[in-house]
């Protein structure tokens, strides 16, 4: 079992959708939770960082982290062709240790 | 401020062919990191370095992978020989840990063919 699962895509949704991404973890140790987005041929750029449980806003994106279910999720509102990507989870134990990718979710956004 | 560079950012070398990536870090970050991402996953640690000491290189095939930081800045990668599969995207990333942040900021990767 991978320690970080995530639902491969794609994904296509309608421009102006909101679009809703998720991933499951298996150890409890996991303190950092992160949302990369990764453009065809470019390295990952980091979205969205949160700790522990909770909500996290930046604008059209929503984090959420439920650390009892294990279970952390990604929200886009009003999504735009530009955010077509694949979007990658990642966990985190503590700082300077290695980031636990899920293989990522590949989005469509279709004008 | 620059982000991460790294180069080449193609490279195609037939099997048992020497290869070698170079990173260089953003300015005043401690930590740096070398990932694989294979196609269709998620990347994957190699190694990571904490100024110029590998502090986990677990993950890093020590039979033909090689890695050095000298003076704490720059780093580069080696394979030797290349193997079919290690055709892959390697990624370069860094952090400021010593400013208690943990996020890592990656470059554009150097995707490397092998034939």
């Known amino acids: 079992q991978k320690e970080v699962e995530q639902d491969p895509g794609p994904l296509s949704v309608p421009e102006g959708a909101i679009v809703s991404l998720n991933c499951t973890y298996s150890?409890?140790?996991?303190?950092?939770f992160m949302w990369y987005r990764q453009y065809s041929r470019k390295g990952p750029e980091l979205l969205m960082y949160?700790?522990?449980?909770g909500n996290k806003e930046d604008g059209r994106f929503t984090a959420q982290v439920d650390k009892s279910s294990k279970y952390i999720s990604l929200f886009i509102r009003d999504s735009q062709p530009s955010d077509s990507a694949t979007y990658l989870c990642?966990?985190?134990?503590?700082?300077?240790?290695?980031?636990?990718f899920g293989g990522g979710t590949r989005v469509l956004v279709k004008p | 401020e620059a982000g991460v560079v790294q180069s080449p950012r193609y490279k195609i070398i037939e099997k048992k062919q020497p290869v070698a990536f170079w990173c260089n870090p953003i300015?005043?970050?401690?930590?740096l990191y070398w990932y694989r991402q294979n196609l269709g996953q998620g990347p994957e640690l190699l190694i990571r370095?904490?100024?110029?000491?590998?502090?986990?290189d677990s993950q890093l095939p020590k039979d033909r992978f090689s890695a050095e930081r000298l003076k704490g800045v720059d780093s580069t990668l080696k394979i030797q020989p290349a193997e079919l599969g290690d055709s892959a995207v390697y990624l370069c990333?860094?952090?400021?840990?010593?400013?208690?942040?943990?996020?890592?900021?990656f470059g554009p990767g150097t995707r490397l063919t092998v034939t």
């Open positions: 990333a860094s952090s400021p840990t010593d400013r208690g942040s943990d996020e890592q900021y």
């Open positions: 150890n409890s140790a996991f303190q950092y």
């Open positions: 949160t700790y522990s449980s």
């Open positions: 990642a966990v985190l134990k503590a700082a300077g240790n290695k980031l636990t």
């Open positions: 300015s005043g970050h401690n930590t």
């Open positions: 370095y904490e100024n110029e000491e590998a502090v986990d």
